[in-house]
C-alpha cells in the first residue's frame, strides 16, 4: 500500500501538522486524515529510498535467508500477547523477546523498537519504521489495541489471524509441492536423455541414407540446441522470468495475470476462496477490535494478493461510505461465493456481523481443502498425460528410424 506525506490543519488548535499515512490511493489517504481530526491541505505519495530491507523483499532469494518469515512474526506475536498478558511491562517483554529471536533482522528491529518506545514513541509507531517486517494491517491492529487499551487482546486475535492464514498458504504450497518435484525430476530426466543419448545415435541415423522422421529431426534439432547453445536458453529463461517478474508487479500486469489465475478451473475457486476466507476473517478481526468499518474493509483488502478482487473491495468501500450495507454491493460485484454474501446478510440483520463473518471464513477454509483436493486430483492426471506426451515423443524419435533400418535390411 502506498505511502501519502501531508500536510494539515489541526481542527482543535488550527495548527500545521505533517505527517505520513498509509493509503490505498489519494482520496483514501485524505479520508484517513479527516477520520484523524486534521483538515489536508497537501497530500502527496511518498517515495522511499531503497534501503537494505527493501532489496531484501524485493529479492526472494534474499528475502528467504534475511527478512523474518510469517512464523517468525507469528512466534512475537504470540510472545507479546503472552508477556502482556502475564502482567509483565511492554519495554520489559521487549528486552526478553530481543535475544529470544533466532532471526538477525527480527532481534535487531525488536532492540530498534523497544528504543523507541522507551524514548516515548507509541509502539505502534515504533513498528512503523519495519514495513519489510510489520505490515499495515498489523500496524492499524497493534494501533487499535493501544488505543482502545486492549493490547493483549488484539495480539491475541492477531497472532490467531496470523496463524489461520499461515494454515491456508501451507495447505497450498502443500498441494503443489509434489506437481513440481515430479514435473522437474522428469525434465531433467528428460534432458539428460536429449543431452547424453540422442547424439550417440546421430551418427548411425545420418548414415543410414534414408531421411529421418519428423520427430527425429526435431528432436536431433533439440539436442544440438541444447549441447551448442544451452548458455542462450539460460539467458532466455532468466530474461523472461525477469520480464514475468516485472510485468506481475505492474499495475496492468497485475490484473491480467489476476484475472487469468481467476479463471483457470478449480485452481482459480482456490484463489478465490483463499483470498475471501482471508478479507473475511480479517475484516471480523478489524471489527471486534473497534475499527470502522470503512476503514476496516481498506486494510482488510490489503490480505487479498489479487488486483481484480481489489477493484471489487474499492467498489464496496465506495458503496459503503454513500450509505449501503455490506452485502449489498458485494453480491453487486459477482465475484464473492453466495454462501459468503448470504451469512453476512444475516449478520446485518441480526446484528451479529462479527460472529458471522468468522464463521463464513470457517465455512470457505474447509470449502478450500476440499478445493485443493480436487486441484491435486486434477493436476495428477494432467501431469501424466504430459509427461506420456513428451517420452513418447523422445522414443518416437529414436526407434522410428530403426524401424526404417530393420525394414531396408530385413
Known amino acids: 500500500m ?37 483538515i489536508p491541505t497537501e497530500v502527496i505519495e511518498f517515495r522511499e529510498e531503497m534501503t537494505m530491507g527493501k532489496v531484501f523483499k524485493t529479492v526472494p532469494l534474499l528475502s528467504m535467508f534475511t527478512l523474518p518469515s510469517t512464523k517468525d512474526k507469528l512466534i512475537f506475536t504470540e510472545q507479546v500477547h503472552t508477556l502482556l498478558d502475564s502482567g509483565v511491562p511492554l519495554v520489559d517483554g521487549l528486552y526478553m523477546m530481543e535475544s529470544q529471536s533466532e532471526n538477525k533482522v527480527m532481534s535487531s528491529a525488536v532492540k530498534k523498537i523497544r528504543e523507541d518506545v522507551i524514548a516515548g514513541d507509541s509502539f505502534s509507531n515504533a513498528m512503523r519504521q519495519f514495513p519489510e517486517i510489520f505490515d499495515t494491517l498489523y500496524l492499524n491492529l497493534i494501533r487499535a489495541g493501544e488505543t482502545s487499551g486492549q493490547l ?68 536431433i534439432a533439440i539436442s544440438d540446441f541444447l549441447i551448442g547453445y544451452w548458455w542462450a536458453g539460460l539467458i532466455a529463461l532468466g530474461a523472461l522470468a525477469f520480464w514475468f517478474n516485472v510485468f506481475r508487479q505492474s499495475e496492468t500486469g497485475k490484473a491480467v495475470v489476476d484475472q487469468w489465475l481467476l479463471s483457470i478451473p478449480v485452481i482459480g475457486t482456490v484463489v ?33 494478493d489479487n488486483e481484480v478482487l481489489n477493484e471489487h473491495l474499492k467498489f464496496v468501500k465506495d458503496k459503503i461510505l454513500a450509505g449501503a450495507s455490506l452485502s449489498k454491493p458485494l453480491e453487486e460485484t459477482k465475484a464473492f461465493p453466495p454462501m459468503v454474501i448470504k451469512m453476512i446478510s444475516i449478520g446485518e440483520e441480526t446484528g451479529n456481523l462479527e460472529h458471522m463473518l468468522k464463521k463464513a471464513s470457517a465455512q470457505l477454509n474447509r470449502e478450500v481443502d476440499e478445493s485443493i483436493k480436487a486441484m491435486t486430483e486434477m493436476i495428477q492426471p494432467a501431469l501424466t498425460l504430459i509427461i506420456g506426451a513428451v517420452l513418447t515423443f523422445v522414443l518416437l524419435g529414436l526407434y522410428l528410424p530403426i524401424f526404417q533400418m530393420s525394414q531396408q535390411f530385413g
Open 272 to 304: 478465490l476462496k483463499s483470498c475471501t476466507s482471508s478479507f473475511i476473517l480479517t475484516l471480523g478481526t478489524l471489527q471486534s477490535s473497534g475499527v470502522p468499518l470503512t476503514d476496516a474493509i481498506s486494510v482488510a483488502a490489503e490480505t487479498v
Open 152 to 219: 493483549s487482546g488484539i495480539t491475541k486475535r492477531l497472532a490467531e489471524l496470523i496463524d489461520a492464514q499461515m494454515e491456508i498458504d501451507t495447505k497450498i504450497r502443500g498441494a503443489m509441492l509434489m506437481p513440481i518435484i515430479t514435473a522437474l525430476v522428469v525434465s531433467l530426466v528428460t534432458m539428460g536423455v536429449v543431452v547424453f543419448l540422442v547424439p550417440q545415435f546421430e551418427p548411425i541415423f545420418s548414415g543410414a541414407g534414408n531421411a529421418m522422421p519428423l520427430p527425429t529431426i526435431i528432436l
Open 2 to 38: 502506498p505511502i501519502y506525506v501531508y500536510n494539515a490543519i489541526d481542527s482543535n488548535s488550527h495548527s500545521s501538522i505533517e505527517g505520513k499515512i498509509d493509503a490505498m490511493d489519494q482520496r483514501h489517504a485524505k479520508e484517513l486524515i479527516r477520520n484523524l481530526g486534521h
